[in-house]
């Protein structure tokens, strides 16, 4: 170190030596990240990244199978094509997956988010009731998924069988309708395009439920990572808990937020109920279908994909970081 009159200043050697410390835990501290991802990163190179490789090749390629063998001639964007302007179905199917998935986004992330603040509050059996909420997502997965997909009820529910009340439509799949809404909403001045959001999650409240139960406990740690003092700092002050919740809790949730929509998103998009991967399924099994099937998914990947950069690209510009003091 120089000073303006050009003598060299030695740093002091507590100085020197926490500095050593400092770098010596950062790298600890990667070293101990490598090694938990390490396994996932040795499966992808080792399992996946073969599977992708060939896939890609098999979108760009004419594949005919012969005495137990396949053979894959080049064709360039041919499959790509007939994805689009041949096949009548999948460009629909594909915009209304997309619809879908704009509109599970904001209902699954603010239904999430109501439900981690109540069951964040201070009550009897608060971690009972967030058991409660959890266990979807534990009946979601694997071998329950399937059992839940044979149960009458869950049928019942999602099929379009119901209780005839005389107006014509089920009660099963319709708990409420768009007039109803209106009514309610008919002194308030809310727009069509708003009760219709509404009508769709309160009958879609079924999927929501079992969707949001990993961004629950996201939202959970988020909320319980804000310290007690600033909340009795802002009841000192004087603010209501709805001055408390937009200028100290939504702040500082922001980055669970945007982690919440970018799973929500890869959720969506690897669920079994996808309307989109299912149609690509169906295009497997037919014949000629592999290489079709092949650019239809990597189509769909890579829209998924910029959907990803842009929700996490608006989301990023408001999300807050708390700093800690050095």
Same mark, same amino acid.
């Given at each position: 170190?120089?000073? =303006?009159?050009?003598?060299?200043?030695?740093?002091?050697?507590?100085?020197?030596?926490?500095?050593?410390?400092?770098?010596?835990?950062?790298?600890?501290?990667?070293?101990?990240?490598?090694?938990?991802?390490? +396994?996932?990163?040795?499966?992808?190179?080792?399992?996946?990244? +073969?599977?992708?490789?060939?896939?890609?090749?098999?979108?760009?390629? &004419?594949?005919?199978? =012969?005495?137990?063998?396949?053979?894959?001639? %080049?064709?360039?964007?041919?499959?790509?094509?007939?994805?689009?302007?041949? &096949?009548?179905?999948?460009?629909?199917?594909?915009?209304?997956?997309?619809?879908?998935?704009?509109?599970?986004?904001?209902?699954?992330?603010?239904?999430?988010?109501?439900?981690?603040?109540?069951?964040?509050?201070?009550?009897?059996?608060?971690?009972?009731?967030?058991?409660?909420?959890?266990? +979807?997502?534990?009946?979601?997965?694997?071998?329950?998924?399937?059992?839940?997909?044979?149960?009458?009820?869950?049928?019942?529910?999602?099929?379009? =069988?119901?209780?005839? &009340?005389?107006?014509?439509?089920?009660?099963?799949?319709?708990?409420?309708?768009?007039?109803?809404?209106?009514?309610? %909403?008919?002194?308030?001045?809310?727009?069509?395009?708003?009760?219709?959001?509404?009508?769709?999650?309160?009958?879609?409240?079924?999927?929501?439920?079992?969707?949001?139960?990993?961004?629950?406990?996201?939202?959970?740690?988020?909320?319980?990572?804000?310290?007690?003092?600033?909340?009795?700092?802002?009841?000192?002050?004087?603010?209501?808990?709805?001055?408390?919740?937009?200028?100290?809790?939504?702040?500082?949730?922001? +980055?669970?937020?945007?982690?919440?929509?970018?799973?929500? /998103?890869?959720?969506?998009?690897?669920?079994?109920?996808?309307?989109?991967?299912?149609?690509? $399924?169906?295009?497997?099994?037919?014949?000629?279908?592999?290489?079709?099937?092949?650019?239809? $998914?990597?189509?769909?990947?890579?829209? /998924?994909?910029?959907?990803?950069?842009?929700?996490?690209?608006?989301?990023?510009?408001? /999300?807050?970081?708390?700093?800690?003091?050095?």
């Amino acid at each position: 170190m120089t000073t =303006e009159m050009g003598q060299s200043v030695q740093q002091p050697a507590s100085v020197k030596k926490k500095r050593r410390k400092k770098v010596s835990l950062d790298s600890r501290k990667a070293r101990a990240g490598w090694m938990f991802i390490l +396994p996932f990163v040795l499966g992808f190179i080792l399992i996946y990244l +073969p599977m992708v490789i060939e896939s890609i090749r098999f979108s760009f390629s &004419d594949l005919t199978i =012969e005495s137990g063998s396949f053979n894959t001639t %080049f064709v360039g964007f041919q499959n790509y094509r007939r994805a689009f302007l041949e &096949d009548p179905k999948y460009a629909q199917i594909l915009i209304k997956g997309l619809q879908k998935l704009a509109f599970d986004i904001p209902a699954i992330i603010i239904f999430s988010l109501f439900m981690a603040i109540m069951l964040n509050q201070k009550m009897m059996g608060r971690g009972v009731f967030r058991a409660i909420f959890f266990i +979807p997502v534990i009946l979601s997965t694997g071998i329950m998924e399937s059992i839940s997909s044979m149960d009458i009820l869950s049928t019942y529910m999602e099929g379009g =069988e119901g209780i005839d &009340d005389g107006s014509g439509t089920s009660t099963a799949t319709q708990l409420v309708s768009s007039m109803d809404l209106q009514r309610l %909403f008919s002194n308030m001045k809310v727009g069509t395009e708003i009760v219709d959001y509404v009508t769709n999650a309160i009958n879609n409240i079924y999927d929501i439920v079992n969707r949001s139960g990993v961004q629950m406990l996201i939202f959970l740690s988020g909320l319980q990572s804000i310290s007690p003092a600033i909340y009795e700092s802002c009841k000192i002050d004087g603010a209501t808990a709805w001055e408390t919740f937009w200028k100290i809790t939504f702040p500082m949730i922001t +980055p669970m937020i945007l982690v919440n929509a970018v799973y929500t /998103v890869i959720d969506s998009f690897t669920s079994e109920k996808n309307t989109v991967m299912s149609y690509i $399924s169906g295009v497997y099994s037919q014949p000629d279908g592999r290489e079709l099937s092949a650019a239809m $998914s990597w189509i769909y990947f890579m829209i /998924v994909i910029a959907i990803v950069g842009v929700v996490a690209a608006i989301l990023s510009a408001f /999300v807050f970081y708390q700093r800690k003091s050095e």
